[in-house]
C-alpha cells in the first residue's frame, strides 16, 4: 500500500529555516515525479516545488531563491528546505506523488504543519 509521511513542520520565528521530510513507501519512489504543495486557512491549495524522477526542479516564484527541494532514491524521501520564512508561508504542507505513465500513481501525505510568526 503506498504511503507518504510527512514530518518537520513546526513553529519559527520570521526569517527562520524549516527542514521538512516526505518519506515513501509502497511504491517505486525513484519512477515518481514529488511535489511538495501546501494550503493556508481559507486559501486553495498550491504548488510549492516539484522535482521530477530525473531531478529536475520547479518552484512557484513566491518561493524562488528561499526553497530548495530534492530527492533521495536511497532513502525514498523528498525534502523541501524552507529558509528566510515568512508568516505567509504558514500553511500545510503536503506532499504528493505522481507518475505520469499510471494516472493511478498519484498519492497524497497527511501534511504537515508550518507555522511562522512575525
Known amino acids: 500500500q503506498a504511503q507518504l509521511v510527512e514530518s518537520g513542520g513546526g513553529l519559527v520565528q520570521s526569517g527562520g529555516s524549516l527542514r521538512l521530510s516526505c518519506a515513501a513507501s509502497?511504491?517505486?519512489?525513484?519512477?515518481?515525479?514529488m511535489t511538495w504543495y501546501r494550503q493556508a486557512p481559507g486559501k486553495e491549495r498550491e504548488l510549492v516545488a516539484h522535482?521530477?524522477?530525473?531531478?529536475?526542479?520547479n518552484y512557484a516564484d513566491f518561493v524562488k531563491g528561499r526553497f530548495t527541494i530534492s530527492r533521495d532514491n536511497t532513502k525514498n524521501t523528498v525534502y523541501l528546505q524552507m529558509s528566510s520564512l515568512k508568516p505567509d508561508d504558514t500553511a500545510v504542507y503536503y506532499c504528493?506523488?505522481?507518475?505520469?505513465?499510471?494516472?493511478?500513481?498519484?498519492?497524497w501525505g497527511q501534511g504537515t504543519q508550518v507555522t511562522v510568526s512575525s
Open positions: 522535482i521530477s524522477a530525473s531531478g529536475t526542479t
Open positions: 504528493n506523488a505522481f507518475w505520469p505513465s499510471n494516472p493511478n500513481g498519484n498519492y
Open positions: 509502497g511504491f517505486i519512489f525513484m519512477w515518481y515525479e
